[in-house]
């Protein structure tokens, strides 16, 4: 979880509380530089987006998305660049 809130806070200026946080996916995938490890964590909590300010290097944007508008963006290939997503149902669903 530090890492979690230490790149949100570092991409985004935005600091998240750990007690709004769990842990919804660990992956390990095969990749070109050997392998590849992500942590898919979400945090139920209230940002006012106007507040966000982007690290130019490491970030290209943020918006409220709709699970139609992020399958939408999933499907034409520009959500991510990473492109796996298999756990869009637990970021969605109730707690």
Do not use: Y
Request: net charge negative.
């Amino acid at each position: 979880m530090t890492t979690a809130l230490k790149e949100t806070n570092e991409e985004l200026g935005v600091i998240l509380n750990p007690q709004n946080g769990r842990m919804i996916k660990h992956r390990m995938r095969k990749c070109s530089c050997n392998h590849c490890l992500a942590d898919v964590w979400l945090f139920r909590q209230n940002v006012d987006i106007s507040t966000v300010m982007l690290a130019p290097d490491e970030t290209c944007g943020v918006m409220w998305a709709s699970r139609d508008e992020i399958d939408r963006m999933i499907d034409a290939g520009t959500f991510s660049t990473w492109g796996q997503f298999v756990c869009m149902d637990e970021l969605f669903s109730e707690e």
